[in-house]
């Protein structure tokens, strides 16, 4: 079993990963991690020990310094007496700034953008404050243990500094001197309890570089207050030079992850290379930061948008750390390059074209553990529409989107002084205008506008990440079938998200926690809790570690080339991970619209000897009624009653549904990091050697019936049959052909793909 662990690791990783990571655990078990590196004080490591010029050793000298070279941000604190009626426009009594800040001031910190958790004032920077289990802070951080002693993100959080954004964004709505007093007695807490390589907030160069970015912004944000005194200037560079060295040190093992580590901790080097040219070792880390945020960028965001992670959460960190990036580029007349530009262009489509167009949430694809680098406005943690905005601001110099609240991200990072539906104007490279560039200052009211820009969301297909959507105006379904170039974040390939009316009806469970108690140590990532068909409850793949899948499943997509009849359309897809069962199992899966509300999804599993097959939705909670005889559900809500009719081609299947169960994870989802929520969990059950499983969802959906190799369909005045291709087991669509009849006969209400084109299968990584 381990020489083909081995193997597998070899094929999907390969020799040059797997050669790195040897290495690097034996520098750690060694200690030559911690000998290359030591422990240290802040006395041993001075300011002037990192400066090109001694001179500017004297506190007053080098803030002096820094006043009259200062390098351009992203917004300019001669803002900020103008600031207030525009930045308090977005607010409301349920949503603002002032609630984190009114927390903190109790020693409140909110963690993974939801719950507020009491750290203590100043924090215990060390402490677990859900376990109150409190990690070394008299040790090497290589002699730390990320999960040994319960899950260290709950410690990393309140030391991220997250909440540095809603206290400058208060500040500028109000002017209060207590708030940048707060900040800096906070930073020399911080310094007092975090010795440089001490502890395990030295331990991740990812949470390194995110701290920095937060006390950059805090740094410029309270720059005119008189509580940023030269002393604390000259501090806090001190302990960003000093993280500086931190990650550039141990940066080879953020790129050995291929995913936002290596991105974030490129954006680190480059933030403190950009904005503190006298370090000595500035030129370099920006060159450094600069290619690595290149390089990384063309092996981990795809070609049609998508993200290595496999996970929305993580791309929009992705995107907020190439929109500080390139921004920050162009304010030091150093732009990224424009192939950057495009790839990070094609990262924010994607994610607009997922996105629920009455929400602006996405579906939990993939881990979500919470993170929100740029917390840059009043929309919830879940709305996306700040980054869509901000990404295409940044590519298009227009917005995407109608004004709203989510609009405040674009002050913040471009220094928009007027909220308006115009656009200002582009060049005729596409780039915005850069006459005022160097100041970042745009007042929209006063400039030449060419038009807003909002084009509709449409169907979708990624040809290389494999995702889909079918939609209409009143929701989408969305689903995913490829090959992995990037290591699995969950088992969940062909589960199906459907949205109806700005309602998740049928959810991803996201992620609870990556380290807690049985029964919630990470169980979403598991095939069971999805949207699709496990085997013999087995995964579509064996969970190797706990970030680890193996063997890589091979998902297919089949396109939407399938005939039809009437308002309808479909998708087809596969993937072959129960293939490397004894008796081997391929899923076939056909998503079929059946005109503006109402979807069938069709199952396919065949095998030689009986297995045991299970069909599951997780939808949303609400008060419900269940018919166990019909094998349907309905669910009342907002909108009215929303309909789940199951039906098997095997007699007498087991049916159950489960709200909140108290014994496992079933019946929940997380919405956020370390919080879970009740969910109606759904099941259909048949042990046999080959099944068909058909889904009618929809607020009138009356009856689904499977007859040989036809599926018919009925709802309040239409009808549909859908033909099946039961004849071959694999490599084949499953959905032959949809006919409507009825209401559904003639109208066309869903929005078209612009051009179809088939979906290849990425290729797999061989040589990372």
Not at 218 to 240: C, D, E, K
Not at 574 to 590: F, K, Q
Request: aromatic share 10%; glycine share 8%; with cysteine.
């Amino acid at each position: 079993m381990e020489v083909s662990r081995f193997a597998q690791m070899l094929r999907y990783l390969g020799p040059k990963w797997l050669m790195y990571r040897a290495v690097y655990a034996l520098r750690m078990k060694s200690g030559l991690v911690r000998m290359q590196r030591p422990a240290t004080t802040w006395d041993k490591l001075p300011l002037e020990a990192f400066l090109s010029d001694p001179s500017l050793r004297d506190a007053e000298a080098y803030a002096e310094s820094r006043l009259k070279q200062a390098r351009p941000f992203f917004f300019d604190a001669a803002q900020l007496p103008n600031s207030r009626e525009l930045l308090s426009r977005w607010d409301t009594p349920e949503s603002s700034p002032f609630r984190s800040v009114d927390h903190l001031r109790e020693g409140f910190v909110q963690f993974f953008s939801n719950e507020f958790v009491d750290v203590g004032l100043p924090p215990q920077w060390h402490r677990d404050p859900l376990s109150g289990h409190t990690f070394p802070n008299d040790r090497h951080w290589s002699q730390i243990g990320d999960f040994g002693a319960g899950d260290i993100k709950l410690v990393w959080e309140a030391n991220r500094f997250g909440f540095v954004f809603p206290l400058v964004r208060a500040y500028w709505r109000t002017g209060d001197e207590a708030i940048p007093k707060l900040f800096w007695d906070l930073i020399e807490d911080w310094r007092r309890s975090n010795p440089p390589d001490t502890g395990s907030n030295w331990k991740c160069g990812q949470e390194i570089s995110l701290r920095v970015m937060a006390w950059v912004f805090g740094l410029h944000g309270f720059g005119n207050s008189p509580a940023t005194t030269p002393a604390r200037v000259s501090m806090l560079a001190q302990m960003i030079a000093v993280s500086g060295h931190r990650i550039e040190s141990n940066i080879g093992y953020a790129l050995s992850q291929q995913n936002n580590h290596g991105i974030s901790e490129a954006m680190g080097l480059w933030t403190v290379g950009s904005l503190f040219p006298e370090l000595r070792d500035a030129p370099r880390w920006s060159r450094k930061g600069r290619r690595l945020l290149e390089s990384q960028a063309q092996a981990l965001v795809y070609d049609d948008g998508a993200f290595s992670q496999h996970s929305l959460n993580y791309h929009r960190v992705m995107l907020h750390n190439y929109l500080w990036s390139i921004r920050l580029g162009d304010l030091q007349d150093s732009p990224l390059s424009s192939e950057l530009r495009d790839r990070i262009g094609r990262a924010g489509e994607f994610v607009y074209q997922l996105q629920d167009k009455v929400t602006g949430r996405v579906p939990r694809t993939g881990q979500d553990d919470g993170a929100y680098i740029l917390p840059l406005s009043n929309c919830a943690y879940d709305d996306y529409r700040g980054v869509v905005q901000s990404t295409h601001y940044l590519l298009t110099g227009q917005r995407l989107l109608p004004s709203g609240p989510w609009d405040e991200e674009l002050f913040w990072l471009f220094g928009l002084e007027q909220p308006s539906d115009s656009d200002c104007p582009i060049t005729d490279a596409g780039h915005p205008s850069t006459s005022n560039a160097r100041t970042g200052n745009r007042d929209l009211a006063t400039e030449k506008h060419s038009g807003s820009f909002s084009p509709e969301r449409r169907d979708f297909d990624a040809a290389d990440s494999g995702y889909v959507t079918l939609r209409t105006p009143a929701g989408c379904a969305i689903s995913r079938a490829a090959g992995f170039r990037h290591r699995p974040a969950q088992a969940d390939m062909l589960h199906v998200d459907i949205w109806w009316r700005g309602l998740n009806i049928a959810l991803d469970p996201g992620t609870y926690s990556y380290n807690a108690p049985a029964p919630w140590n990470n169980p979403f990532s598991h095939t069971e809790h999805h949207n699709t068909v496990s085997v013999d409850g087995r995964d579509q793949m064996d969970r190797a570690s706990r970030f680890l899948w193996l063997p890589w499943l091979k998902g297919t997509s089949h396109g939407r080339n399938v005939p039809r009849q009437g308002d309808v359309s479909a998708w087809n897809g596969e993937h072959d991970g129960y293939r490397r069962l004894a008796d081997p199992v391929t899923h076939r899966r056909g998503v079929a619209r059946l005109g503006a509300e109402h979807w069938l999804i069709v199952d396919a599993l065949c095998g030689q000897v009986d297995h045991q097959f299970r069909l599951h939705w997780l939808l949303m909670d609400g008060p419900f009624a269940a018919d166990h005889d019909l094998t349907s559900l309905e669910i009342q809500t907002p909108h009215g009653p929303y309909r789940l009719l199951a039906a098997s081609s095997q007699a007498e299947p087991r049916f159950q549904v489960i709200r909140a169960d108290e014994h496992s994870a079933r019946g929940w989802y997380a919405p956020f990091y370390h919080s879970r929520r009740p969910a109606l969990s759904v099941s259909l059950e048949a042990t046999t050697h080959a099944v068909v499983f058909a889904s009618l969802l929809g607020p009138e959906a009356l009856s689904v019936q499977i007859t040989g190799d036809h599926v018919q369909v009925r709802g309040g005045d239409w009808q549909a049959t859908v033909s099946l291709n039961l004849d071959q087991t694999m490599d084949t669509p499953l959905v032959a052909s949809v006919t409507a009849g009825g209401s559904l006969a003639d109208s066309i209400t869903s929005i078209p793909l612009p051009s179809t084109r088939p979906i290849s299968e990425p290729r797999q990584c061989t040589s990372c």
